[in-house]
């Protein structure tokens, strides 16, 4: 079993609590978001393609872009295209569960 700081490897964090919990803060698994990332990705470049836009965005702008969303929003699921970005709470032992459930985890 890999050391418990290591799943921060795998995790973005936020600033903000989960929910009303005073501990642990929200979290987003980074093979989720990666997936959400690729799909906007794709959908900028159908839309650039098709003459919708001008330019791509840069996808560390997307990355940053979905993080704010999600982290900051009510909602605890989010959909980007057919990927879902779930927030989950920022505990080590959870998180390595989450991640062990994750269907695009390479581990
Ligand atoms: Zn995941």
Redesign the pocket.
Known sequence: MPAVSDVWNYIHKDYRQYKNNQSHKQSL?????G?AVDSLVAQDNTALSEGQILQRQDSGEIEKIILDTVFSGSEEVRVFGIYEARILKGQPDFLWK??SR????ST
Do not use: N, R
């Open positions: 698994c980074k093979f989720c978001i997936k989450d991640l994750c269907p695009h985890a």
